[in-house]
């Protein structure tokens, strides 16, 4: 073969360390003793059958694959162990599938609100305070339209203050038309709106909605505010049914009951104005009345009599 003696001796050792060749000579009992050679006859060698050579390699390539597992094992569990509580709590995370983004620029929460549209497949259920904010009229319309002829049902609860306002009564007209299942209530404790169960955008700061929004994914923490939703539709009022503030047998208006009951547990008026969607001067008004109906001489003895007489339940 034109070899050197170099390459010659080169060659037979990776033959041998392959398992292909053995040593061998005069003085082997049988071929499972390729150790019990003389010195003389190291370098005379004799070549496997294939079948054995190859379950060899084969034992040989196990063998390997198995010491680079255990050694994958141990750095997996000392990397586990260093880490700690911060590598449990990615686990939870990725076991879940939650993600949050936070939405501060506005053209990119009303992109958002653009793929929500083109995505849904089901349901999308929203709540909102006022009725428009800063959004163009036309452009919910015209998602709410989109969403609508691909067969999603699609519900909204506004504060019930809006039909008051021609401008806020017309814009919930053209969504009941379009289709939107539209309710009403006193009370709307902020934005949020949710698709499918699987997306839900709220506000950062519920008392201030320049503050940005909130993109939560994943149902299980979805669920939650689709739970909170439910709530607060079944204690709505379909829109369309109710004309005048209906008033229960105390007399008090559901605006004025939920207006009590805010300020029995200790909220400022300012909180109670934006949670009723209503001004500052409303909100004392309606006090002052309370007040005048009930003959107490300050908001203490408001809450005292209210509560004596089952107002607040």
């Known amino acids: 073969m034109g070899l050197s003696e170099d390459d010659l001796a080169r060659c037979r050792e990776e033959l041998i360390d392959l398992g292909l060749v053995v040593r061998t000579g005069r003085l082997?009992?049988?071929?499972?003793?390729?150790?019990?050679?003389?010195?003389?006859e190291a370098d005379v060698v004799t070549v496997i059958a294939p079948e054995i050579a190859l379950l060899r390699l084969l034992e040989r390539?196990?063998?390997?694959?198995?010491?680079?597992?255990?050694?994958?094992?141990?750095?997996?569990?000392?990397?586990?162990?260093?880490?700690?509580?911060?590598?449990?709590?990615?686990?939870?995370?990725?076991?879940?599938?939650?993600?949050?983004?936070?939405?501060?620029?506005?053209?990119r929460i009303q992109q958002v609100l653009e793929d929500i549209t083109v995505t849904v497949q089901a349901n999308l259920a929203s709540m909102h305070p006022i009725a428009r904010g800063r959004e163009i009229p036309e452009r919910a319309l015209d998602r709410d339209r989109r969403q609508i002829e691909k067969g999603v049902q699609v519900r909204s609860i506004f504060s019930q203050r809006l039909t008051s306002v021609p401008e806020d009564a017309e814009h919930l007209r053209m969504k009941a038309k379009l289709g939107v299942q539209?309710?009403?209530?006193?009370?709307?404790?902020?934005?949020?709106?949710?698709?499918?169960e699987q997306f839900a955008i709220l506000p950062v700061d519920p008392e201030d909605g320049s503050a940005g929004a909130i993109l939560a994914h994943g149902s299980a923490i979805v669920r939650s505010y689709q739970t909170l939703f439910e709530h607060c539709w079944h204690t709505a009022t379909p829109y369309g049914e109710q004309v005048l503030p209906a008033r229960g047998g105390d007399g008090l208006s559901e605006?004025?009951?939920?207006?009590?009951?805010?300020?029995?547990?200790?909220?400022?008026?300012?909180?109670?104005?934006?949670?009723?969607?209503?001004?500052l001067r409303t909100v004392s008004r309606m006090i002052s009345e309370l007040m005048q109906e009930l003959g107490a001489s300050s908001r203490f003895e408001l809450g005292v009599r209210a509560a004596r007489l089952g107002w607040l339940d």
């Open 255 to 279: 605006q004025q009951r939920a207006a009590l009951r805010m300020l029995a547990s200790g909220m400022k008026d300012e909180k109670v104005a934006r949670s009723l969607g209503v001004s």
């Open 182 to 196: 539209v309710r009403l209530s006193p009370v709307v404790p902020m934005n949020m709106i949710i698709a499918d």
């Open 61 to 107: 390539e196990r063998t390997r694959l198995r010491n680079h597992l255990e050694q994958a094992d141990r750095a997996h569990h000392t990397l586990k162990t260093l880490a700690g509580n911060f590598l449990r709590t990615e686990t939870l995370a990725q076991t879940v599938g939650v993600e949050i983004e936070i939405l501060s620029d506005y053209r």
């Open 28 to 40: 082997h009992a049988s071929r499972l003793e390729p150790d019990a050679c003389d010195e003389t």
